[in-house]
């Protein structure tokens, strides 16, 4: 009988060790900028409570009634795998006190999300998002700075093409009228709809302005446009974020059937794109959520933020060619002829090592030329070769990989001597 063979459950992936460099570039690089702009990394369980979603995402999404992995665990508690990263931050920041820290307070998370999903091009069922929120300040200039992160990160990345998509969904004030409006016209067109959206009518409309089937779309073109029915408010709220991405001259385009699939947004909502066109294009979005915190428990809190997915950015990566920085970390290749000399060169190895030099070597095989064959290979900018001959005197030889020039060099000063050589590489 055959053993069975597994395979990666579907919906999810293998990040490889030749695809880390580019996600590592991704991630760590957002990282880099987001504590440069003075946000401080959280990270919060892919685990929490199903409710959370439920009152902070909206009962009547997609993801709550579509899309959530959620189980019953063993003590009966009914939990969820995170679907989007907001509403455990928020929980954290009203859990753990955080609305007593100097505002705003700015935060950053990376990490893996879950959806039950059709399986596409650069969005499986398990993915990796990085993200910002930031708790405690109500001004448009911090809107823009959001987005200008966002946009900042990708052409950090060598991206090209970058454009925002915004528009506001105004508030608890004036987006009622809104709704009534919408739900007039659609009503007047209401056997064009698809199933979903006759459904969505009565219980969240704005989630009609998002519907991708071909029928609704057609439908939506004619509605009316949220921005006519802003307050003054929420209109000059909107006009100001403009104003500063303007001052920075972040490419962007009004979109007034922009609403995002959750329910917390108010005000402010944007999403990103990169250079190619269709769906896969959508690289991520965000906006503003003032009342999230408050829904959850929490203290009245103004609060905005953004999520960028990391396959999609890295499949806009690959599709450009962008350059992966250059960086090798095994610096040396230790190679070594002879019983005493494999003993030194395992002990210089790990001496490299704790010195925070890159290493690696053949120590129990092979010859030297087969040695500085693999060094060849790993792209090792230098090899080190010890025989018995360097074992007596003390000494190693350091070969530079690229020239082929050779130079003799104390044992005792070769760890120090190659720290010098890197230092600040």
Known sequence: MAKQQFQSVRGTHDILPDEQPRFKQVTATFAALAEEAGYRKIDTPVLEDAGLFVRSVGGDT????????????????????????????????IEHGMSSLPKPVKLYIT?????????????????????VEVFGEAAPS?????????????????????????NSIGDEVCRPKYKKALVDYLKSRIDDLCPD??????????????????????VVEGAPQIVDF???????????????LDEFDVPYELNHLLVRGLDYYTRTVFEVYGAREGAQSALGGG????????????????????????????????????????????KVFVASLGEPARLAGFKLLEQLLDGRVGAVGAIDKDGIAAQLGRADKLGA?????????????????????ASGAQEMIPLNKIVEELQKRFAGA
């Not at 900042?152 to 925002?164: E, I, K, P, Q």
């Not at 459904?199 to 057609?218: F, H, I, M, T």
Request: proline residues 6%; hydrophobic residues 35%.
């Open 230 to 244: 802003l307050c003054k408010p929420c209109h000059a709220h909107f006009t100001g974020v403009l104003e500063y």
């Open 381 to 401: 900018p230098y090899a080190i070769i010890i025989g018995q001959k360097e074992v007596f005197d003390k000494t190693v030889i350091l070969r530079d990989m």
């Open 111 to 131: 990490g893996e999300m879950f959806r039950y999903d059709r399986p596409q091009a650069g969005r499986q069922r398990q993915f990796n998002q990085v993200g």
């Open 62 to 93: 997609d993801i709550v009634e579509k899309e959530m992995y959620s189980f019953k665990d063993r003590s009966d508690n009914q939990l969820t795998l995170r679907p989007e990263p907001t509403a455990g931050v928020a929980r954290a920041y």
């Open 142 to 166: 911090i809107d823009a700075q959001v987005i200008i992160l966002a946009y900042r990160y990708l052409r950090s990345l060598t991206m090209s093409g970058v454009t925002v998509q915004i």
């Open 197 to 218: 959206c006759k459904r969505r009518l009565e219980s969240n409309p704005l989630r009609v302005l998002d519907c991708k089937e071909p029928g609704c779309a057609k």
């Open 287 to 330: 906006g503003r959520y003032d009342g999230l915190i408050q829904e959850l428990g929490g203290q009245a809190t103004p609060a905005v933020g953004f999520g960028l997915g990391v396959e999609r950015i890295i499949i806009e990566l690959d599709f450009a060619k962008a350059p992966l920085p250059n960086k090798q970390p095994v």
